[in-house]
């Protein structure tokens, strides 16, 4: 079965501020070590691919093909970590002696088209997605977790649509932006963590561009959606929170990722941003206007910045065991609501930046 996300390319953060991909988004492609490995594989194939994962999993390793390396970052447009990394004075000097340049802002797919086209080399998406980019053996390696509670995305009943409660979007139209994205997941999640049938509900594809006119004018009866999305239609009067990522146990978090031979051959390059991700998320836990600050840059309205100054204010985390078993729990999640059709070795995909290893 081919993925739901090959083939409708989620698209996440075309324009500010109707798009932010913490996820996720599950867009926001790894050709894979040796997780893929088939009956037929030769002997030596199998000694390369053991050998790329012993590599991987040696982040931060000395490599002297550093020196004077150019770390490519496609950044969304979104304000995630490695988005708002470039606006501070440390990140220049955080990779030394290799250098870092950040291109864009970019959407999801753009970007991932900038890093497999050989223009870029790191860029963002959300956990969900980055499963479904593993399991079509796509070559991306993810180095660290953004982490938040889930507040951020939820469903909105529209105004005039008199529901108050998910079981009553059942016969109801529910906007997402694609078969197998961060809004098809969050209506599955929510309905099986609520013991309701997900069946009984109308998924209507769209751009999210077109989010906030068909939730204001009664086009569908609710939106599934996250970030500013959510806090656009949370602030349309008349509207309904029904849920949110908090309440129905969300694993469904953004993860920074780079190419696989980009991770394979600097090592201590990508230990070396792991650590500035991880002084800019400590930052932000008492300075968070960092956040709402690269919102405003990108044109999102003070209505809008307010209510997402409101959500939990992410944290990075390395992809050690904890970080692996939980990528392991959502690719399970995938796999029972067909977004995949099955789960696939993430463990060959991912390195741990720690140090504890």
Not at 2 to 15: F, G, L
Not at 189 to 210: C, H, I, P, R
Not at 241 to 270: C, I, W
Not at 329 to 357: N, T, W
Request: with cysteine.
């Amino acid at each position: 079965m081919q993925s739901y996300h090959r083939r409708h390319q989620q698209q996440e953060a075309a324009e500010y501020p109707s798009d932010r991909t913490r996820s996720q988004h599950d867009h926001p492609r790894n050709a894979g070590g040796r997780h893929r490995l088939r009956r037929f594989t030769s002997l030596l194939s199998a000694f390369l691919g053991l050998a790329l994962v012993t590599s991987l999993a040696a982040c931060g390793s000395d490599n002297a093909q550093s020196s004077g390396t150019t770390l490519r970052v496609a950044y969304l447009s979104t304000a995630n970590y490695l988005t708002t990394l470039q606006y501070e004075d440390f990140a220049k000097n955080s990779l030394s002696p290799a250098h870092i340049t950040w291109t864009g802002p970019y959407s999801p797919s753009d970007a991932y088209a900038a890093v497999q086209s050989g223009n870029a080399d790191a860029s963002s998406t959300g956990t969900g997605h980055f499963v479904d980019l593993i399991a079509e053996q796509q070559p991306w390696v993810a180095f660290a977790l953004e982490y938040y509670d889930g507040d951020s995305q939820g469903i909105v009943a529209a105004p005039g649509s008199n529901i108050t409660s998910l079981k009553g979007l059942y016969g109801k139209s529910i906007a997402i932006d694609s078969k197998g994205g961060t809004g098809d997941y969050i209506v599955n999640q929510a309905f099986a963590y609520a013991g309701l049938d997900v069946s009984k509900v109308n998924k209507v594809e769209m751009k999210q561009t077109d989010f906030a006119s068909a939730f204001t004018s009664g086009k569908v009866d609710a939106l599934a959606s996250f970030d500013q999305n959510l806090a656009m239609a949370i602030s349309t009067p008349g509207a309904k929170l029904l849920t949110d990522g908090s309440r129905y146990e969300s694993l469904n978090v953004s993860t920074h990722m780079v190419s696989k031979r980009f991770a394979q051959e600097h090592p201590d390059v990508v230990k070396k941003l792991y650590q500035a991700l991880k002084k800019e998320s400590d930052k932000a836990q008492t300075h968070p206007s960092i956040i709402t600050d690269a919102y405003r840059k990108f044109g999102a309205s003070d209505t809008l910045t307010k209510i997402v100054a409101g959500f939990d204010t992410p944290e990075i985390r390395p992809i050690d065991a904890q970080g692996l078993a939980q990528l392991n729990k959502q690719a399970e999640q995938y796999r029972q609501f067909g977004f995949i059709d099955h789960v696939p070795d993430l463990s060959a995909a991912v390195i741990d930046c720690s140090g504890k290893h």
